[in-house]
């Protein structure tokens, strides 16, 4: 799987060997990364990185190595934090664990965690699972920034144009529109251009798959 163009790992674990043979395996297959001694360190980091906000928007693909046990806060503690700021969905979280942590990981896993590896673990096996991460990083922000762009196209519609666009998703035909509009078949013409040109789209199908997408 060929690296995902910006994105960026981060590494959070209290031992400085764990850190740096990840940043150099990450480093082998041209990925970037960022390491952190705590959870108390990476929270620093988000606070620099999104200032004055408690639900952190990244622009920038990512995944989180989480080290399940820490001093100070743990990363279990962190990963609720993330649940609760939707971070960890914007960069899947995969925990670091010990074997008698695995239990605790699973649990994890079924609460929104992208995965979860035992130490010690294989490189290669890692690193394909950060990948995946960071690919689903990547399409999950691409959705967010569709939807974004979606809702700013369909608040530029008038009441009668958002009323036109529900019943051409529904199917109806130009006719029936118009007797449950109680307008003319042309004025649902006319409208039902104007939607088409403000949601950028050329037919029915493709404006129902938009809306369908996001």
Known sequence: MQPTLNACVYIVDDDASVRDAMAWLLRSRRVMSE?????????????????????????????????????????LALFETLLANGLARAWPVIFLTGHADVPTAVDSVKRGAFDFCEKPFSDNALVDRIEQALALSSQRLALQVMS???????????????????????????????????????????????????????????????????
């Open 35 to 75: 390491s952190f001694e705590s959870a108390e360190a990476f929270s620093v980091m988000l606070k620099d990185k999104f200032p004055q906000t408690t639900a952190p928007n990244p622009q920038q693909a990512g995944c989180i190595l989480l080290d399940v046990r820490m001093p100070g806060q743990s990363g």
């Open 148 to 214: 974004a762009s979606v809702a700013s196209r369909l608040a530029e519609l008038t009441e009668r144009e958002r009323d036109v666009l529900r019943l051409v998703v529904e199917g109806l035909p130009n006719k029936l529109i118009a007797d449950q509009l109680d307008i003319s078949v042309r004025t649902v013409e006319v409208h039902r251009s104007r939607v088409f040109e403000k949601m950028c789209v050329k037919s029915a199908v493709e404006l129902a798959n938009l809306l369908r997408e996001v």
